[in-house]
């Protein structure tokens, strides 16, 4: 089963898109034990070769991004507030009132102009990431400065609740891969295998870019957060997947067009292995496969990702089975694919 406490641990870390080490830190300490080799490259990424009992058919990496969606610190007002924009795909209208950490440990809340001062249609109206501001209580710009500057991460102050089978914390995108990985890199291997821990993948897929091309696969195998909408006044054919309901197969979205033999062949290892898992009901959103799979000569690419409510919020929600699910899958899929199978 897949390690719990090992997933607690990696979601309370800070590591916004560009500010990952903390996660790439644990995820060293966590993994130097087991991997036959490890290394960091340029821009972070954290990659690891593990010798399996035989050589693969097929050279295969795996994947999972470190970084999380948060904020950084553009502006201190001459009130001492700070002003901030998005770093990744933030959902604006969860924000006001949030609690966030200032560069990991000075807290905030995320403000705006009063609900009682509002006027007209402003009452019905999402707030603009620009009418916001990150309140540290300093009672003006010097007081401010003191403790932070322009440049500064910042991260919501959401923790980790495990209970009735349902995990909520924020960073769920996409530590539960990150998590999964670590698992399967501890098991004894049939074949020899990379795995790749990612940086910046919510900014542009940037450091599976750069790492793929190091690695040069034949295949890859990302493993994700998706998108779940089963909640309230959304309708069935648009709730894309479903919590608690197993692991999520992607054909097609908006980067990438998945290879169907490994789709397939994720089909049936779900099948024959009695693993309940979905297919995505929805061309949409996108990840790292978007840059692996077009690196150098071309990378054979499937993704499996977890179903999650309230991405890019400050918490997400996904059933514990589903993340117990998703390892089996993912390490049965990757096993097949080290093997030859799906060969075409």
């Known amino acids: 089963m897949a390690d719990v406490a090992l997933l607690r641990r990696l979601c309370r870390l800070n590591g916004i898109s560009g500010w990952e080490q903390q996660v790439a830190e644990a995820v060293i300490e966590e993994i130097s034990p087991y991997a036959t080799k490890v290394d960091t490259d340029a821009l972070g990424n954290v990659i ?21 969606v948060g ?7 001459e009130s001492g507030l700070l002003k901030f924009t998005g770093v990744g795909g933030l959902d604006r209208r969860v924000l006001c009132g949030k609690q966030v950490l200032v560069n990991g440990s000075l807290s905030g809340v995320i403000g705006a102009k009063p609900i009682h001062l509002l006027e007209g249609e402003e009452r019905g109206k999402s707030v603009p990431i620009n009418d916001m501001y990150i309140d540290i209580g300093a009672s003006d710009r010097e007081e401010a400065q003191k403790v932070v500057s322009p440049g500064a991460p910042v991260t919501f ?3 980790f609740h495990e209970e009735r089978g349902v995990i909520t914390s924020r960073a769920l995108d996409d530590r539960a891969g990150c998590a999964i990985l670590i698992d399967i890199l501890k098991q004894d ?9 990612c940086v910046q993948e919510e900014v542009g897929l940037r450091g599976s870019r750069t790492a793929a091309y190091s690695v040069a696969p034949q295949a890859a195998l990302v493993v994700e957060a998706t998108t779940a909408a089963d909640i309230a006044d959304v309708e069935e054919e648009k709730q894309v997947s479903r919590v608690g309901k197993g692991p999520v197969l992607s054909f097609m979205d908006h980067h990438t067009i998945y290879d169907k033999a490994y789709f397939d062949l994720a089909l049936k290892a779900a099948e024959e292995k009695q693993i309940p898992c979905q297919i995505k009901q929805a061309v949409a959103g996108g990840n790292d496969a978007g840059a692996i799979h077009t690196s150098r000569g071309g990378v054979r690419t499937m993704a499996i990702s977890i179903a999650c409510r309230y991405l890019h919020a400050p918490a997400g929600l996904i059933a ?22 799906g060969a075409r």
């Open 48 to 68: 690891a070769f593990k010798k399996g009992a035989q050589e693969p058919a097929v050279s295969l990496m795996l994947s999972a991004h470190m970084d999380e």
């Open 157 to 159: 102050d959401t923790d």
């Open 189 to 197: 291997l049939p074949y020899d295998m990379t795995f790749v821990f």
């Open 320 to 341: 514990e089975q589903d993340f117990h699910d998703t390892q089996r899958l993912v390490f049965e899929l990757a096993c097949r694919i080290a093997a030859g199978e």
């Open 71 to 77: 904020m950084i610190v553009t502006h201190i007002t």
